[in-house]
């Protein structure tokens, strides 16, 4: 059960949204052992004249970003589980995204089990009821 959103610069791309969905759940589900069913995902688009690194915006570098945050449940990854996937998901976002910047970002939210959840029950709930 993770939640993951990611920001993308530029304009919205159906096949390239498709591709980049995909990726990021088979990541997901290959290296933080999550459930496919019960893996979310939220693309947002934000224009290159909008998104600024380093004082300058990415138009003006001629570069593309990309933000992802994702929401796991706390004590269910490893540090080495979760800087696989920080690795891994920069890799596959350089691959579907033009001239990539540098600094896009990664941030895995490790959230506590009885504060998160889906469905109307938290993620303690189901451990203790499994």
């Known amino acids: 059960m993770p939640h993951i959103t990611i920001e993308l610069s530029g304009t919205p791309d159906a096949q390239r949204d498709q591709a980049i969905s995909k ?5 997901t589900q290959d ?12 693309l947002k688009h934000v224009p290159e004249d909008l998104w600024w ?3 300058q915006t990415l138009a003006a570098t001629g570069k593309s970003a990309f933000y992802l945050g994702i929401s ?16 891994a998901v920069y890799e596959a976002m350089a691959s579907l995204l033009p001239r990539l ?23 303690e709930f189901r451990y203790q009821h499994r």
Do not use: F, M, P, W
């Not at 990726?23 to 990541?27: G, K, P, R, S, Y």
């Not at 910047?101 to 993620?123: F, M, N, P």
């Open 23 to 27: 990726q990021i759940a088979q990541l």
């Open 31 to 42: 290296l933080l052992g999550k459930a496919a069913n019960v893996i979310s995902i939220t």
């Open 53 to 55: 690194i380093g004082g």
């Open 72 to 87: 796991i449940t706390d004590e269910t990854n490893t540090k080495a589980e979760k800087a696989a996937y920080l690795q």
């Open 101 to 123: 910047h540098e600094v896009s970002y990664v941030h895995l939210v490790d959230a506590r089990a009885a504060a998160y959840g889906y469905g109307g029950k938290t993620q």
